[in-house]
């Protein structure tokens, strides 16, 4: 069990930083990560590039297994480390590929998630591609402003409009969504302005539209506390007091 933590640790690394992870952890190729860090975790090197290939759809340097949804333990990954520079993913990855190290010091073993919720994904990241048409077709005199990297807790607003629209989707016709602290808070304050667009059956030919306004007055979810790994760096007064100033 630990030793497959360990592997998605470091699967999730790999994809997300691509060819800058191979390279700074020492190996000369993914041939040859693969087959190291199986050596050291005790997995094939096909299951360490299966585990990459997992990921690999949340960045977009390979296809991966764009058409499967991440599992639950794969969200835990992602919600607990994805936040985190490079450096600092690395450094862990280092820990976790010696064979003394414990994931239990990084990761808590924590049910904090439903496997019947879904965060953004690949179901989201689907179903919002899907609205844009769906809007398109529906709204044609109106334009869409993605707003999707910008923190601004929805999706997309709309020019010479109030309106935003938060898109969930769902890979079923049936199951829960997610909403981000920062998510719910602006949902509070715009109120009727903003709207809850769900999206059910997004790899079917035929995905449902749902939506909702004002999410925030005609819902009552559950509040939900997820533990995310951080990391700090310490310089020690020793090597402070042991340092000539510039």
């Known amino acids: 069990m630990d030793n497959r933590r360990k592997l998605l640790v470091v699967a999730f690394y790999l994809a997300k930083f691509n060819e800058n992870a191979v390279q700074n952890l020492g190996y000369e190729s993914f041939r040859d990560a693969f087959v190291k860090i199986g050596a050291k975790l005790d997995y094939s090197p096909n299951s360490v590039k299966n585990r990459r290939d997992d990921f690999d759809p949340l960045f977009g340097h390979r296809a991966g297994w764009h058409q499967v949804e991440l599992s639950k333990r794969n969200l835990e990954i992602v919600d607990s480390f994805d936040h985190l520079s490079e450096e600092a993913l690395r450094a862990i990855v280092l820990d976790l590929l010696e064979k003394e190290s414990s994931i239990d010091s990084f990761l808590p073993i924590t049910d904090r998630q439903s496997s019947t919720y879904t965060t953004r994904g690949v179901t989201g990241k689907k179903a919002e591609e899907f609205f ?21 807790g929805y999706d997309f607003g709309v ?14 016709n049936d199951g829960g969504v997610l909403f981000t602290d920062k998510e719910w808070k602006v949902a509070a304050e715009l109120q009727d302005d903003y709207y809850l667009v769900l999206v059910r059956d997004c790899f079917s030919k035929e995905p449902i539209v749902e939506i909702y306004s004002n ?8 509040k939900q506390i997820t533990t995310v790994v951080n990391v700090n760096w310490g310089i020690s007064p020793n090597e402070l007091n042991n340092t000539e100033t510039d």
Request: charged content about 30%; some cysteine; hydrophobic content about 30%.
């Open 132 to 152: 844009m048409e769906w809007f398109a077709e529906h709204f044609p005199n109106n334009s869409l402003i993605d707003t999707r990297d910008l923190g601004c």
């Open 159 to 172: 020019q010479n409009s109030n309106r935003v629209y938060e898109v969930k989707g769902l890979s079923e």
């Open 215 to 222: 999410p925030h007055f005609k819902f009552r979810p559950k």
